[in-house]
């Protein structure tokens, strides 16, 4: 990340090193790929650059000068892969290791599969700079799987159209704008676009290097389930059977590992709907349809009514509430 934080900052002129002292980062990081930045420096930084530069696109600069091969043994695990969809797979499975900032999420449709790298970010709104350097940086990461000349049939930001475009459509083709989501469509064609050999030797020592080198904050049962939970929420069929398939055992074995913590199922599955569905609700814009899917249900009819019982409001007057505070 510092690395293309760098090459950006240059090209407007500015000492990426001056830059990364006044946010109260270590200059040494830029020589280390797996340095970890916290989310709300790494907005600090963003924002001073973007105000030094006088750049309103600095964020999409940083992504756009990400490549593949800055994700390690991650990127080259992804270019192992048969194909394209699968190498998808294995970036939400491991993405973890990496970041503690960013999830991805994607949800199915006719054409192909849409790409939502969502910040993991509570505390605050992430800001137009985080969000664009986040999107910016996984079209990098599939451009390196799909050519350099690859450009994603659909891109779209949340957020309002900047000034200038011009920056946006070099990079991605033409955006949308004021979009209800956040993300980017790859095709069928795009998903079943071979890859590499698929060498289970070099793939399983891939693996053992991204788990090595820094495992996820939540090592414990529960942690692993909640995230498969998040991952399974838009398929619409999250249950204790997919997590275990998930998990390589039977569905016993996950309620008794799970039961050893104090835990359950069914408590998980509430706890990170209630948390998506929060999160959305007070950070995000997507429509309470879309809500909806990323939490599993099928109808705006029965996730309102099982919101209103979770929190007591409807999720319409929680949006609002929480927006307005």
């Known amino acids: 990340m510092l690395l293309a934080f760098a090459e950006a900052a240059r090209s407007l002129g500015l000492d990426p090193f001056h830059m990364l002292r006044r946010a109260g980062l270590p200059v040494a990081a830029l020589d280390r790929s797996d340095h970890r930045i916290p989310a709300d420096r790494l907005q600090a930084l963003l924002a001073d650059c973007a105000k030094s530069a006088a750049s309103e696109e600095f964020g999409l600069l940083v992504g756009g000068a990400f490549r593949l091969s800055m994700k ?45 790298p969502e910040l993991m970010s509570p505390r605050s709104r992430a800001s137009r700079q985080m969000v664009e350097l986040t999107l910016a940086m996984y079209v990098q990461i599939f451009r390196g799987l799909l050519g350099p000349a690859w450009r994603p049939r659909r891109v779209a930001f949340a957020h309002a159209a900047p000034a200038d475009t011009e920056a946006y459509e070099a990079l991605l083709g033409p955006p949308e704008f004021g979009a209800p989501f956040t993300g980017f469509l790859l095709t069928e064609a795009d998903l079943a676009t071979p890859l590499g050999d698929g060498d289970p030797q070099l ?28 991952r399974l929420l838009p398929e619409g069929d999250c249950t204790v059977d997919r997590v275990a398939q998930h998990l390589g055992v039977d569905r016993r074995t996950v309620h008794r590992r799970l039961a050893a913590e104090g835990k359950s199922f069914s408590q ?27 939490v599993g249900f099928s109808s705006l009819s029965t996730f309102s009514r099982w919101f209103r019982q979770a929190s007591g409001m409807q999720p319409s007057e929680y949006r609002r509430a929480s927006q307005d505070g």
Do not use: C, F, K, W
């Open 203 to 230: 793939t399983q020592e891939l693996t053992r290097m991204i788990e090595a080198g820094g495992a996820p904050e939540g090592d414990s049962v529960g942690e692993t389930v909640s995230a498969l939970i998040r």
């Open 268 to 294: 998980l599955l509430d706890a990170t709907r209630r948390e998506v569905a929060s999160r959305q609700l007070s950070h995000g814009d997507l429509p309470l349809s879309e809500v909806a899917t990323l």
């Open 72 to 116: 390690g043994p991650l990127g080259l695990l992804m270019r192992e892969q048969v194909n394209v969809r699968m190498a998808v797979d294995v970036l939400q499975r491991y993405l973890r290791y990496q970041s503690d900032n960013v999830e991805i999420r994607t949800v199915s449709q006719p054409e192909g599969l849409l790409i939502l």
